[in-house]
């Protein structure tokens, strides 16, 4: 099961994260969940100081980008 | 390894790629992206070049314009630079993608963190300039730095310095007025950075940041290096979003500038907006202050107005202004500081700018 956590305030390239993670769970076809984190507190806590910020179970895997949804299916393995 | 391995190495057919060490295969690749780079940039010197020759071209040979006339003028101004800001730009943003994929906030906040200051603010100021930055990261960023120890006045020196001495403007800078203009922008833009940091640092105003930000627990977000592969898509991403956001404005700048150049005749600026017009200068300040633009918009107006007349410290105070300080920063940093500490903020680097001002209205 892969947590999925999107972090940011709400920008677009927010948005487009969210959308691409999104389509590479779904693509990949593993058990997820997705959740979007907004609250600036918490985003810290992953030590993320540009946002969008990708975390997958626990680990922050990209951050400041939005990466495609081929890489995102690369890091979902 | 010897030429003799190698040669023994490509001769083994199938098996070569499996035997080959990673050395000559990553070597292969580098020297591909070397002769793209060097094709692609010798293309572009080219067209850059042929620019002015085109645009004359095209308004006058293809137009039928006629020499000499206002609406041929600023049609061709138009044309000769909308391309060539934007190929700038392009090749700029580039440059400054790949420089940028060094660093990251996070290695920033390691490098500055304990940093006393003076050393710090000069530190923060030159990181501002290479450090990925934008609103967005703003917030969490001040809230990073802070809790790591860095000073406040260390922190605003940067908080200047990044949004200020961007690499658009100064590629902009650079390719419409020269390097010398670049080069003064951000000399004098790190300037500012660097003391309106020390002069907020001085007046110790811990207490004036909201008190949750010193609460906030920050983690160490273990970001790994890129390839440089990894580095060139990050350089062609940076120049594709930014395009993308300010092809509009400059198009814009360029065709208000152009309609400058073509109808505002030579000198005009000058009464108002020349040296001799002492309140020129805070009367630009206070103007850039509330209006908000990228780098990209406001530098063709800069180029039009230098041109009829207005004095250079007057035009890069008002650039300044209008990219450093802006309202929807303010709004943003509201979240991590309290009032008086935003109005002294920007008030610092308001004086920090105007000095700047007057100092060039009296040197040039």
Request: with cysteine.
């Amino acid at each position: 099961m892969k947590k999925i956590q999107i972090l940011g305030t709400g920008c677009p390239k927010c948005k487009a994260l969210m959308a691409n993670a999104e389509a590479a769970a779904k693509e990949s076809g593993v058990e997820y969940s997705l959740e979007k984190v907004t609250a600036i507190s918490e985003i810290m806590k992953f030590g993320v100081m540009m946002t969008p910020g990708l975390v997958i179970n626990g680990e922050v895997k990209v951050v400041g980008k939005v990466p495609t949804v081929a890489e995102i299916k690369e890091m979902l393995k | 390894m010897t030429t003799s391995d190698k040669q023994a190495c490509c001769s083994c057919g199938a098996d070569s790629t499996a035997g080959a060490p990673s050395g000559t295969v990553a070597a292969a690749s580098a020297g591909r992206y070397i002769l793209y780079a060097v094709i692609l940039l010798a293309a572009w010197y080219g067209l850059y070049h042929s620019l002015a020759a085109i645009a004359g071209w095209i308004t006058y040979s293809l137009l039928h314009l006629t020499r000499g006339a206002h609406l041929s003028s600023a049609v061709e101004f138009f044309i000769f630079e909308t391309p060539k800001v934007l190929m700038l730009l392009t090749l700029v943003v580039f440059g400054v993608g790949i420089v940028r994929s060094y660093f990251s906030p996070e290695r920033t906040r390691k490098l500055l963190a304990g940093r006393r200051e003076f050393t710090g603010n000069i530190l923060a100021a030159l990181l501002g300039v290479v450090t990925p930055f934008c609103s967005c990261s703003a917030v969490p960023l001040f809230i990073g730095f802070v809790t790591a120890g860095i000073p406040l006045g260390v922190t605003f020196s940067f908080l200047v310095s990044a949004p200020m001495v961007n690499e658009i403007a100064l590629a902009l800078l650079f390719g419409l007025f020269g390097w010398k203009v670049a080069a003064i922008y951000m000399g004098t833009g790190l300037l500012v950075a660097i003391v309106a940091g020390m002069v907020i640092g001085r007046l110790h105003m811990e207490k004036h940041v909201e008190e949750w930000v010193y609460q906030t627990v920050v983690g160490e977000a273990v970001v790994g290096t890129m390839t440089w592969k990894q580095r060139v898509r990050y350089g062609l991403d940076a120049v594709r979003d930014i395009v993308k956001k300010v092809w509009l404005f400059i198009a814009l700048g360029i065709a208000i500038g152009a309609g400058i150049h073509g109808y505002v005749p030579e000198g005009f600026l000058a009464s108002f907006m020349g040296k001799g017009a002492w309140w020129s200068v805070p009367l630009a300040v206070l103007l850039g202050v509330p209006m908000y633009s990228n780098a990209a918009g406001i530098i063709p107006i800069v180029q039009a107005l230098l041109g009829k007349g207005a004095a250079l410290g007057t035009v890069l105070a008002f650039m300044m202004s209008v990219i450093g300080l802006s309202l929807p920063e303010a709004i943003i940093l509201r979240n991590v500081l309290k009032v008086r500490l935003i109005v002294v903020f920007f008030s610092v680097v308001a004086v920090g700018i105007l000095i700047v001002g007057y100092l060039f209205n009296v040197i040039m």
